[in-house]
């Protein structure tokens, strides 16, 4: 028996959205499920849009790979379609001198990965280019910049609908089960309205690809088949990050990062497509998902000011407000090792036909036209 459909994705995010398009460019039917009532409602919209360069991320990675392709595809993509990017470059600041081996130590894994381009500053240099920074060395990455992820979103909206593919917004997908004919079965319940009056549908298909975010564990377990003996899906563990916004025009031209610390890069300074600029984001680790602001006593708006006071003594502390906030998909818990992006295809879960994919933080903007690319060559040509 035929499915109804070639191929579906569930989960529109840039990920998601990106993934659809190229099966689409490729020949594939392709339909794309999500249960927000608009795309990119959850993490794509609330990132730093930042175009990561590919510097921290372990050599050999999945996550430096893709970001170093990635990088170069959405420069190019957003040239070629009107989408309003803004290559600023940015600042890794070392402000005291035990920051300044870590800067080196960043140099070579840049190096590692193919980024190239960066270059050493002392101090002064640094405050010729920043004068309000406050640093002892930095290095520059002129192929950092910022991108308008709305204005991306939709552009990607447009190709996959225009190339005959098909976006089903406000559904969610509740079970999926694995045919004997090796078809997939999605059942979906619409999410407008009371779900108690909303019917079930099913819709089959040939290739799924699940790229859920901070829901892709939940997803995963709704499968009725067996993974390969040993296999389960990886755990989602969010962690939030907030932002604090500056009522001003901020006095730099660069994002500002200072040294990172660990897996993550420290309160960092953003600037928007329009030149607004922001803080953030921090790291709580979380057990629900919950978009609030949580300051209730200020003492995370003293933190901010105190961090970002380290490269910009002068920030006026009564310019910043509360932002919004973002949260990550992490597949690794609160002291673990940092994981990699996880794109589980058959060969790691069993299950032919079917791509899942996990953890993809940041910089899941940025490669989200090579994670596209890698998942449409694991599906292959349509049948
Ligand atoms: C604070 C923060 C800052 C970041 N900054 C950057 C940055 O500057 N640069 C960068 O490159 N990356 C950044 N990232 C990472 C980037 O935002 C993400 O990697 C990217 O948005 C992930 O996209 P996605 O499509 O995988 O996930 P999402 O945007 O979360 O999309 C997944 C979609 O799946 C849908 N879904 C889930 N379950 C179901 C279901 N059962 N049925 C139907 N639909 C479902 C959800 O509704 C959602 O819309 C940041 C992330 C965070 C949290």
């Not at 919209?45 to 990561?52: A, G, T, Y």
């Not at 067996?226 to 899906?233: D, F, K, L, Q, T």
């Not at 992006?341 to 993809?360: D, S, V």
Request: proline share 7%; with cysteine.
């Amino acid at each position: 028996m035929s499915p109804d459909i070639e191929t579906i994705v569930v989960g529109a995010g840039v990920v998601g959205l990106a993934i659809a398009r190229e099966m689409a460019m490729r020949g594939h039917q392709t339909l794309l499920i999500e249960r927000n009532e608009r795309i990119g409602a959850e993490t794509s919209s609330r990132n730093s849009e930042v175009i990561h360069a590919g510097i921290y991320y372990p050599p050999g990675s999945v996550r430096a790979k893709m970001c170093v392709k990635g990088r170069d595809m959405l420069y190019a993509f957003a040239a070629e379609n009107g989408v309003n990017v803004n290559r600023l470059g940015k600042l890794i600041v070392a402000t005291v001198p035990e920051d300044v081996p870590q800067l080196q130590t960043i140099l070579e894994r840049a190096r590692a990965n193919g980024v190239n381009d960066l270059e050493q500053l002392d101090g002064q240099a640094a405050k010729a280019l920043e004068p309000e920074l406050d640093c002892i060395a930095a290095l520059l990455s002129p192929s950092t910049g910022v991108i308008d992820t709305h204005e991306l979103m939709t552009a990607l909206d447009g190709h996959l609908t225009s190339l005959g593919g098909e976006i089903i917004l406000s559904t969610n997908v509740t079970a999926i089960d694995v045919r004997p004919d090796g078809l997939f079965s999605l059942a979906t319940r619409s999410t407008s309205g009371d779900d108690a009056d909303s019917e079930e549908t099913t819709i089959s298909c040939r290739n799924l690809i699940l790229s859920a975010g901070l829901g892709a564990t939940q997803l995963a377990k709704r499968i009725n088949a067996s993974w390969r003996e040993g296999y389960a899906p990886p755990q989602v563990y969010p962690a939030k990050g907030h932002y604090f916004t500056l009522s001003q025009r901020a006095p730099f031209s660069h994002l500002i990062y200072p040294a990172p610390s660990g897996a993550w890069l420290g309160i960092h300074l953003t600037l928007d497509i329009a030149g607004q600029a922001k803080f953030g984001p921090d790291l709580q680790w979380i057990d629900t998902i919950d978009y609030s602001i949580d300051d209730p006593d200020g003492k995370r708006k003293e933190t901010f000011i105190r961090e970002v006071r380290r490269y910009w003594p002068d920030l006026p502390a009564d310019k910043l407000d509360p932002g919004y906030t973002g949260i990550r998909p992490k597949i690794y818990a609160q002291g673990e090792p940092a994981a990699d992006f996880a794109i589980h295809g058959p060969e790691t879960h069993g299950i032919e036909n079917l791509i899942a994919l996990y953890g993809i933080e940041s910089p899941g903007l940025t490669s989200s036209p090579a994670i596209a690319e890698h998942v449409a060559n694991l599906v292959g040509k349509p049948s």
